[in-house]
C-alpha cells in the first residue's frame, strides 16, 4: 500500500496543486463548473485508474482511489473528484460502459414504493453530471440504474463550502431498466462511499494541522510567536493527535478493504474523522483568530469541506449507532474476539 | 514539522495461532487470584508471571542467547493485549518485561545481560522504575538523588517514589545525579541497577485512593551500587531515559486497563433489553479502541523495524488514557447502575473499580501535560 500511495502522491499532486491555485473555488461555489480543471483531471486519465487493467483502468482499486481521494481533500479540490471516481468504478462492476462524461453514485436505502417518486436529498454535483448511476435493491440483489440527468429533476443546494448538493426527484419506473451488482451488497456501496469522504477528510484534517502549525509559528503577540505559549502548544498536540487518529484510521480501513473486517474499520474511519473535525477546526479557527474567519483567508476552504463532510455519507453518531448495534447483536458474549478478528487474522 | 507516523499493519496467521495459544491458556488457568481485574497490569501475581514465563511469554522479542524468545513486537502485542484484554494481573513481571530488559539490550554491557535477562524470562526477576521523587513528578530532570563515585562503585543517597511494587520486585533501574547541576539540565545523570535488598533500603508502602499498597516510597542511605551495574553511560542517563519512554507508552495498556468495564456493560445492557439507547455510545468507544489498536500495533511494528517513536508514542498514551478514563463516565450514564465497592463483581463493582482508579491513568508514565508537550515539541512549536 505505501509504495503505491507514493507513486500516486507523486503525480497527483502537482496536479491538485494548481487546482487549488486557480479560480476554480470562485466558480464552483457561484454555481459553475470548473471545466478546465475537469479538463486537465481527465487528461491525465485518473478516471478509469481505479479500473482493473482488461477494463481499461491502472488496477488502483479503491484502496489506490482512496489515497487519491485524501490527496484531493488535503488540496481542496473543486472537483467531484470522490464521486465520479466511485460511480466509474460501480459502473464497470456492473458491466456499463463508460465514457469520460461525469457520472455521479446515489444509493436509494429508504423502503421503494412503486406508486411514487423518488426525492434524494443533496447529491453531490448532479446538475453538472451527465448522469446519475442509482444503487438500490430489490429482490434481494444489488440493481445499478443508470439515469440520463436530462431525464430528472434537479433543484440546486450548496453545502456549507459551497459544493453543489442538489435534490433530485427520479421516477419510480427510471429504475426499471438496471444491472445487477454480483456480490456487492447495498451496504458495502454506503460504506465505500463513507470510505471515500472519509479518506477527503484525513487529507483536509492534515491540511489544517499544517497551516495552524505554520500560522502558530509566524505570529507573534505579546513579543513571542503565539507557538510559544503552552495553552496553544497543548490545543495543539491534541489536534495532532486527532489528525494522526484519523489518518491512522482511514489507513487502516483501505488496508483491510476486502477482509472480513472492511465494514466495521470503515465505520470507525467515519467516526474518527467525524469526531475529529469538529475539534480540529474549533481549534484551528481559535489560533488563527480573526483573520481565519476571513473569506481572504484559506483556513475556511478546508474548514467549511469539514464542518459540511462530516455530516455527509452518514455522520459520527449514525455510524457510531450502527457499530454499537453489530456489537449488541453479537452471538458470542465476547466482544473481545470480535474485536481481535479486525486484524486480518 | 515531524510528520507523525502511524502505517498500519496487518497481523497475519503466526499471530493469529498466538493469540489461540494465550486463549487456551487463559482458560485453563482459571480464576485469578485477584479481588478485581481493572488496571490488572498494575496488579501483581509472582505465581502467574512465573507461569507465563514457563510458556515462553517473558522477553518475548529478546535474543534467544539470552533466554528470550526471539520474536516480533507484534508477536509479543498480541500476547499482551490478550492478558490485558482477560484482566489478567501482570504486574509483577511488567516493567521488566517491557521497559527494563529493553533497555539493557539497547544500553547494558554483555555481563548485566547474561545476568539479568535470562532470570527475567524466567519470572525471577522483578524490575521497578526509579525515576521520581517527592519533588520531582513531571520534572524529572530536577532529580536529587545522587550517586556519589567511590571505590569500586557508587554510593546512592535519597529516595524515589510512586515506585510501583518495590516490596516485590528485586531490582530497580534507578536515575541518579552522578555530577553537579549545570546549565544543561539534562546533563549529568545515570542509571544504576539497585538490588533492592541491599544494605540502606527502606521501603515505606503508600496507600492509595483505592486502598491499594502498590505503590511505595524508597530511601537509600548510603547504599553501596557496584561499578559493574552502571547501565549505558555515566551522565547519559537523561537520553536512556527518553529511549525507554517509546517502550513505556505506546502499548495496550495505555487504553485498556478499564476494557473489562465495556466488555462486562455491553452484555448488562443486552441483558436489560436496554441496548438501543446505548449504541451510539457503544459504538463510538468501540471505535476509539478499533483506531487504539491500529495505532499501538503500528507503534509496535515500528519498534521491530529498530525505530524509536517517542513522539508516536505519546499520542497513542494520551488518547489512549483519554479513552479508558473516559470509559467508565460514559458507562455510568448508560447503565444506571449506582457504582458499589463492596460488590462481589458484576458492573457495579467495574464501575466503582475504574472511577476510582482513572485518576492515575493519564499520570503514570508521563502526566497529560507533558505528553502534549512532547507533542508540541515535534510539530516545532517548541
Request: negative net charge; proline residues 3%.
Amino acid at each position: 500500500m505505501n509504495e503505491l500511495a507514493q507513486l500516486i502522491e507523486e503525480s497527483a499532486t502537482r496536479l491538485f496543486e494548481d487546482f487549488s491555485n486557480g479560480n476554480g473555488h470562485e466558480l464552483m461555489e457561484a454555481g459553475q463548473f470548473p471545466d478546465t480543471l475537469w479538463a486537465d483531471f481527465l487528461a491525465d486519465g485518473w478516471l478509469t485508474t481505479l479500473l482493473s487493467e482488461d477494463d481499461g483502468g491502472a488496477g488502483l482499486g479503491l484502496a489506490g482511489g482512496c489515497v487519491l481521494m485524501r490527496l484531493a481533500g488535503y488540496h481542496k479540490v473543486p472537483l467531484p473528484v470522490v464521486e465520479s471516481l466511485i460511480a466509474v468504478y460501480l459502473a464497470a462492476k456492473s458491466g456499463a460502459e463508460c465514457t469520460d462524461e461525469l457520472i455521479i453514485p446515489v444509493v436509494i436505502t429508504d423502503p421503494i414504493n412503486d406508486q411514487s417518486d423518488i426525492n434524494l436529498y443533496g447529491v453531490p454535483w448532479a446538475r453538472h453530471a451527465a448522469s446519475l448511476l442509482v444503487v438500490f435493491t430489490r429482490n434481494n440483489a444489488t440493481r445499478v440504474s443508470i439515469i440520463s440527468s436530462q431525464d430528472i429533476t434537479i433543484k440546486s443546494a450548496q453545502n456549507m463550502a459551497g459544493e453543489p448538493r442538489d435534490d433530485v426527484t427520479i421516477n419510480v419506473s427510471q429504475l426499471d431498466n438496471f444491472s445487477e451488482l454480483q456480490g456487492i451488497t447495498i451496504e458495502q456501496i454506503e460504506s465505500w462511499l463513507a470510505l471515500s469522504r472519509a479518506a477527503q477528510m484525513a487529507g483536509a484534517l492534515q491540511k489544517v494541522l499544517e497551516m495552524t502549525v505554520d500560522y502558530a509559528n509566524e505570529r507573534s503577540q505579546f513579543g513571542r510567536q503565539i507557538g510559544k505559549f503552552q495553552a496553544v502548544q497543548q490545543q495543539m498536540a491534541v489536534l495532532a493527535e486527532m489528525t494522526s487518529a484519523s489518518i491512522c484510521a482511514v489507513d487502516a480501513a483501505i488496508d483491510h478493504l476486502n477482509t472480513e473486517q472492511e465494514w466495521e474499520l470503515i465505520a470507525c474511519a467515519k467516526i474518527t474523522t467525524g469526531e475529529s473535525a469538529g475539534y480540529a477546526c474549533k481549534t484551528a479557527h481559535a489560533v488563527h483568530a480573526a483573520i481565519g474567519f476571513t473569506q481572504e483567508h484559506p483556513l475556511q476552504l478546508s474548514t467549511r469541506r469539514l464542518w459540511s463532510w462530516r455530516d455527509e455519507y452518514g455522520n459520527e453518531a449514525k455510524w457510531s449507532a450502527q457499530l454499537g448495534q453489530r456489537c449488541f447483536e453479537l452471538k458470542t458474549d465476547n466482544l473481545w474476539n470480535w474485536l481481535t478478528t479486525q486484524t486480518g487474522e | 514539522m515531524k510528520k507523525l507516523n502511524f502505517s498500519p499493519v496487518l497481523t497475519g496467521e503466526k499471530e493469529a495461532v498466538l493469540r489461540n495459544q494465550v486463549r487456551s491458556f487463559l482458560k485453563n488457568y482459571g480464576d485469578f487470584n485477584v479481588s478485581n481485574i481493572i488496571d490488572s497490569w498494575s496488579i501483581c501475581d509472582p505465581e502467574l508471571s512465573r507461569a507465563l514465563a514457563a510458556k515462553g511469554w517473558l522477553g518475548m522479542t529478546w535474543p534467544t542467547e539470552y533466554g528470550g524468545g526471539g520474536r516480533s513486537y507484534l508477536e509479543r502485542y498480541v500476547v499482551i493485549e490478550e492478558l490485558l484484554a482477560a484482566g489478567a494481573p501482570v504486574g509483577a513481571h511488567w516493567v521488566a518485561d517491557r521497559q527494563s530488559g529493553p533497555l539493557l539490550l539497547r544500553f547494558g554491557t554483555e555481563e548485566q545481560r547474561q545476568h539479568f535477562l535470562p532470570k527475567i524470562v524466567k519470572g525471577e526477576c522483578f524490575f521497578a522504575i526509579g525515576m521520581s521523587e517527592p519533588n520531582s513528578g513531571s520534572d524529572l530532570a530536577s532529580i536529587k538523588t545522587r550517586a556519589e563515585k567511590v571505590d569500586g562503585g557508587w554510593l546512592i543517597n535519597g529516595s524515589k517514589i510512586w515506585t510501583s511494587w518495590a516490596h516485590v520486585c528485586h531490582q530497580m533501574i534507578t536515575l541518579c545525579r552522578t555530577a553537579p547541576t549545570s546549565d544543561n539540565r539534562h546533563a549529568g545523570m545515570s542509571q544504576l541497577i539497585v538490588n533492592l535488598d541491599n544494605k540502606g533500603i527502606t521501603v515505606r508502602p503508600i496507600v492509595t485512593l483505592a486502598g491499594e499498597a502498590h505503590f511505595n516510597e524508597i530511601f537509600f542511605d548510603d547504599v553501596f551500587v557496584p561499578d559493574n551495574r552502571l547501565v549505558g553511560q555515566v551522565n547519559e542517563g537523561w537520553s536512556q531515559v527518553v529511549a525507554e519512554l517509546a517502550f513505556e507508552r505506546s502499548g495496550p495498556e495505555r487504553f485498556l486497563s478499564s476494557y473489562q468495564l465495556l466488555e462486562a456493560a455491553i452484555k448488562e445492557l443486552r441483558e436489560a433489553n436496554l441496548t438501543q439507547q446505548a449504541e451510539p455510545i457503544i459504538g463510538q468507544f468501540v471505535a476509539r479502541l478499533m483506531v487504539l489498536r491500529q495505532m499501538s500495533l503500528s507503534v509496535a511494528n515500528q519498534l521491530q523495524e529498530g525505530k524509536l517513536p517517542v513522539n508516536e508514542a505519546s499520542v497513542v498514551k494520551d488518547l489512549g488514557t483519554s479513552f479508558e478514563q473516559e470509559l467508565p463516565e460514559a458507562m455510568r450514564l448508560i447503565l444506571a447502575t449506582e457504582p458499589r465497592s463492596s460488590a462481589e463483581g458484576g458492573v457495579a463493582r467495574l464501575l466503582s473499580d475504574s472511577i476510582l482508579k482513572a485518576p492515575s491513568f493519564s499520570l503514570r508514565g508521563g502526566t497529560r501535560e507533558i505528553l502534549r508537550g512532547i507533542i508540541a515539541r515535534g510539530l516545532g512549536l517548541r
